[in-house]
Each structure stands twice: as C-alpha cells, then as structure tokens.
C-alpha cells in the first residue's frame, strides 16, 4: 500500500487565492482526518470524517475553510480565500483499529 | 493546560544512552498513544496502550501506562542517532454513551536529539 497521499506537497500563493488541498486515505480505513501544524499552536485538529460523514468540524477556524469527502478514496480541504495566517502544515491522517496514519503533508505558505 | 502534555519539551542524549520522555493527561482514556515524527514528515504511530494495560513493549520502546495519576512514559533503549525527532503522545477519550470515532487530543511534542 502507498500510505495516505497528499497533493500538492507544496504550495505557495498569494493571499485573497483559493487554495485545495487533496487527500487519499489508505483502503479500507474508514475515518479521515485533518490536521494543521505551525510552531506556535502545535498540531490542530481541523476536521474528521467517517464512512465519508463530518463528524465534528469545530476545529475549522473560520468560513474560509472547508472541507468534503465526495467517496472513501479521495477528501479535499479548501481555503477561500487564503490569508498569510494560514502558513502551516497541513496533514491528513485516516485510521483503522484505533491507530492514525498521516501523510506526508502539504507545506502552504501563503504570501 | 492541554490533554496529553509531553515533559521534557527537549530532550539532548549521547547515542547509546536510554531517553525517557512523559506524557501527562487530564480525562479518562481509552488508550494513549504514541507518535513520532521526523522533521518535514508526517507523524508516524509507534505504540499504543489500553487503559486496562499497564506496560508495553515493542523492539527498544517501552512504554508504561499509569490511569490513576494520569500520566504515561516513553522509553527508548540505547538511543541511535537516528531516533532523533519529536514524539508525541496521544490521548483517546473515553466517552460515556458517545463516540469519539478514533479522535485523537495531541500534546506538544518532545523534541529528541541523540548525538552520534
């Protein structure tokens, strides 16, 4: 298996640009989640999914972001539009029997 | 203060020497778990412990498991260089009636350096 794959690995945009970020969870595993990580708040759990449900969104700072998980095999995040505060990195992570496997990450600097 | 608090924030060895890192929570668990993570990499699960466990062990990792103080610990046996990175603990809540769908509350991390 390929793990959880994320795209793109990078990106860099200007603020007030929309911005998608893509997941593809592992086979099988039925939740989804994503985080975001900066220095000065750690990992923060945005939102998480099961069998492709949002189950709790409280963790989305604001009505820029959003998110959708149209099937089991692919979820997007989406900021609209972005601004520099949205720097971090985003993950995602999807999980069988208790246990998160992450990707690689997707590095967003937002100038 | 945050669930899953991990103590030391930072933590600097020799290769060869044993790291201990804790990690200390708040509300009942499920399970706690524990992640590393290598620097620009995603987290990647190393072990995890059920509340009705009290000691685990995979490979050089040791892991102990304490619910009445709330509190968990992270052993590495004769560190390598490449263990260096940050590793995190993980709490699963344990919900009365609910469900927590595997939701995981993250401490902050320590920070592992093991000098070759």
């Known amino acids: 298996d390929a793990g959880v794959i994320q795209s793109p690995r990078h990106e860099v945009t200007e603020m007030g640009q929309e911005v998608t970020l893509r997941c593809k969870p592992i086979?099988?595993?039925?939740?989804l989640f994503w985080y975001r990580q900066t220095m000065m708040r750690g990992l923060e759990l945005l939102i998480y999914f099961n069998n492709n449900v949002p189950i709790d969104d409280s963790g989305m700072p604001e009505d820029r972001f959003s998110a959708k998980m149209p099937n089991a095999s692919f979820s997007t995040l989406k900021i609209q539009p972005s601004e520099p505060r949205d720097s971090a990195v985003y993950f995602c992570?999807?999980?069988?029997?208790?246990?998160?496997?992450f990707g690689p990450g997707t590095r967003l600097l937002v100038l | 203060s945050q669930q899953g608090e991990e103590d030391p924030q930072a933590l600097s060895i020799q290769e060869g020497e044993n790291a201990t890192m804790n990690c200390s929570y708040k509300t009942s668990i499920n399970n706690l778990q524990w992640y590393r993570q290598n620097s620009g990499r995603g987290l990647v699960h190393l072990i995890l412990?059920?509340?009705?466990?009290r000691e685990k062990h995979s490979g050089r990792l040791r892991v102990t498991l304490d619910t009445s103080k709330k509190s968990s610990s992270l052993l590495i046996t004769a560190s390598r260089a490449a263990d260096t990175a940050s590793y995190f603990c993980?709490?699963?809540?344990?919900?009365?009636?609910?469900?927590?769908?595997?939701?995981?509350?993250f401490g902050q991390g320590t920070i592992l350096t093991v000098h070759p």
């Open positions: 992570a999807s999980m069988v029997s208790r246990t998160q496997y």
């Open positions: 993980a709490t699963d809540p344990a919900n009365a009636g609910g469900t927590s769908y595997g939701k995981l509350t």
């Open positions: 412990i059920r509340s009705n466990e």
């Open positions: 086979s099988g595993h039925n939740s």
